[in-house]
């Protein structure tokens, strides 16, 4: 059966970002020293540490955070738990990071890390116990003034509530409430933001639904298929269905399930509660067999699941008329450029779906004033912001006759070209 492409996930992540980023500081013509200091990353930490497993055997983990740059605030970034995890992907992840906050207007830099291990093989104290011992290695070179790390593929608010209490733990009782922001994305009751859990995919269907309003387009009744149904790919459907679109393909790593009269995402959840999280086996929906999940016919793709999975390879296929990358870095560079050839038009993901790392800030904001925010507040306040994220990427794009992906990091390094020549380069 045809599941996700995990093999190639990572192949290239990096030579896809700097392959853009040379694009774009070339159009703006980047000032020299700044482009080379933004084609570095500031620090990589790389941890090994010991976990005892639940029959008593230690297993020794490796652990990675990158920190690429912090000229406009903390580091901040998700943390993932797969096996695609390395140096390579981590430095892609992050510099991604970096050009998201900055397109956001956000006080952020970029950050991204994780471990590199299949979570499922793991029982939940033993990912308790990896995760307490992954802060514990990171010790002070997170923080919250300083890297803010969040959820990201295969972690969740659970995980962050760890990460929270444990570094909160090593620090004096007296300053402890104080660094339970360290982390965004944690439960409600741990300090959370109401909303932050679907921010994502939320944002995801408000940059579709400027792209439909930007192209005089009716949702209701376009057909569209996710790849990925975790938090981005569920939420995005479920707000989706909501402007009267119909999900007719899901698929993740356990398969493809097609229905043309359209797969609830609300039973289809229910569904993945109770199958370990897969897709597969949905009673609602038939099995789809023939490869080429992507060239599916429908109006909209959602690719929210790992890197390089449109490629040049299976780009051809793809009838839609949007791509709506909830995913960091779907689709590679050759692919891009076929499809738009094509006409297709790509909601980059570092537009598309930056509403998670702006639901982040929020939540970063309600900490350090100690308040609670209503969810309907906080979902107006990333519609704000996307829209005018996204208003200004179309504009740029426009004068630079460029695609909104060169023209998303054109707004971003815009951004970090005045602050680097406002501030200058110490000492
Ligand atoms: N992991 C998410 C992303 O890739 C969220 C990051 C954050 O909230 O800091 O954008």
Redesign the pocket.
Known sequence: METIKKKSAKKGMYENVMKQYDQAADIMNLHGGIRKILANTNNEIVVHFPVKLDDGTIEVFTGYRVQHNNALGPY???LRYHPTVDIDAARA?AMW?TW?SAIAGLPYGGGKGGIQIDPSKYSEAELERITRRFTYALGDNIGPDLD?????VNTNAKIMAWIADTYSSIKSPSVRQKNMHVV??KPVYSGGLAGRDRA?GFGVVVNIKNWAKTNNIDLKDKTFIVQGFGNVGYWASHFLIKEGAKLIAVQDASGTIVADNGIDPESLLDHTKNNSGNVAGFVDAAEFENGGFFGIKCDIVIPAALGNQITEENCETIQAQVIAEGA?GPVNTEAERILLDKGIQIIPDILC??G??I??YYEWLQNKRSENWKISMVLDMIEDKIIDAYDRVVETSQKHNVSWRVGAYVVALERLEQTYKERGVFP
């Not at 803010?148 to 990201?152: F, G, K, L, Q």
Request: a positive charge; zero cysteines; glycine letters at 24%.
């Open positions: 901040k970034g998700g992840l990071m998201k803010i790390p969040a959820p990201d965004t994305g994502t960091n779906n930056s998670g790392v639901g982040s």
